[in-house]
């Protein structure tokens, strides 16, 4: 009980400075998209809500996770579909899980 | 920062991840409006076309729009407009 | 970078289209062809004098798997709403 009211109390919840607490829950909580910002220009693969995968480079993304990739190649349940995509813009709405490669 | 730095090296040279705000989605779209494109939907029907314009919600507007489904043209469309919750990627059709 | 058009965002291709004749197309393999009275910001549109198809595709029964027939069904009305989250695409006339 008191280790999580303790959490919580450090994220202050007055809205009417905007900018200090912002910076206060950076440093204290690490927000799932600045996780996936160490990412860029590594590999990584998009799962969608649908069965298809898309894995590439990834290149850069914004808060609605719209992602862009490089070298992208598609993936369906049986195997890889079409030919290598040099460049895209991938719809956030689609968007289920990002998985990092780790290396 | 303070001495004459050399200019960059020409590309190739395994160039370190660029900063978040470079390559993001409103850049590489910033870098296609007004090329050819293709537009995959979800339902994986292919529009091939010049980028007019898009906005946030990724409505486009296509000229010069050939409709492909399973890699044959099924429509052609002088204009299109293409409501963008059916959209799943846009990608340039030529070497950007 | 902009051709002729002056298109500036996607739903001002929409708006060149007032008045005129459009081409729908609509999930569920529908399309409409019609004369396009109004439209808002979830593409919800009036269209008069217009034609649905719809495309109907079938197994064959006792067929292979994947053999398929498409059955057009056509019918008209004189006007008609369509709601906004159903529209993949809308083409103008081509001004050409």
């Known amino acids: 009980m008191s280790g999580q009211s303790e959490i919580i109390d450090r ?27 160490k990412s860029i220009g590594q590999n990584i693969k998009i799962l969608l809500t649908n069965d298809k995968e898309f894995h590439g480079t990834l290149v850069g993304f914004d808060d609605y996770v719209n992602v862009v990739l490089e070298n992208v190649q598609e993936y369906d349940s049986d195997g890889p579909k079409g030919k290598i995509i040099k ?17 | 920062m303070s001495d004459a730095s050399p200019p960059p090296p020409p590309a190739e040279a395994s160039p370190p991840p660029p900063p978040s705000t470079s390559g993001s989605p409103t850049d590489f779209l910033k870098g296609v409006v007004g090329k050819r494109v293709v537009v995959r939907l979800t339902s994986g029907v292919d529009y091939r076309g010049v980028l007019s314009c898009l906005d946030g919600y990724m409505n486009i507007a296509l000229e010069q729009t050939e409709e492909h489904v399973n890699g044959t043209v099924t429509n052609r469309y002088g204009d299109a407009f293409i409501r963008g919750n059916n959209v799943l990627y846009i990608s340039a059709a030529e070497a950007l | 970078m902009d051709t002729s058009s002056g298109i500036q965002e996607p739903f001002d291709l929409i708006r060149l289209s007032l008045s005129e004749k459009v081409f729908v197309k609509l999930r569920g393999d529908r399309e409409l062809t019609g004369v396009l009275h109004a439209y808002d910001g979830h593409m919800n549109l009036i269209l008069s004098d217009v034609e649905e198809t719809i495309m109907l595709v079938e197994q064959v029964e006792g067929g292979p798997e994947g053999q398929t027939t498409v059955n057009v069904a056509k019918r008209k009305m004189n006007m008609l709403f369509v709601r906004g989250d159903g529209v993949i695409l809308v083409s103008p006339p081509s001004r050409t």
């Open chain 1, 11 to 37: 994220v202050p919840k007055d809205e009417s400075a905007p900018q200090q607490p912002e910076e206060e829950v950076a440093l204290n909580t690490i927000l799932p998209l600045e996780v996936i910002d």
């Open chain 1, 87 to 103: 460049k895209m813009l991938l719809n956030g709405g689609l968007v289920a899980m990002l998985v990092p490669s780790i290396n």
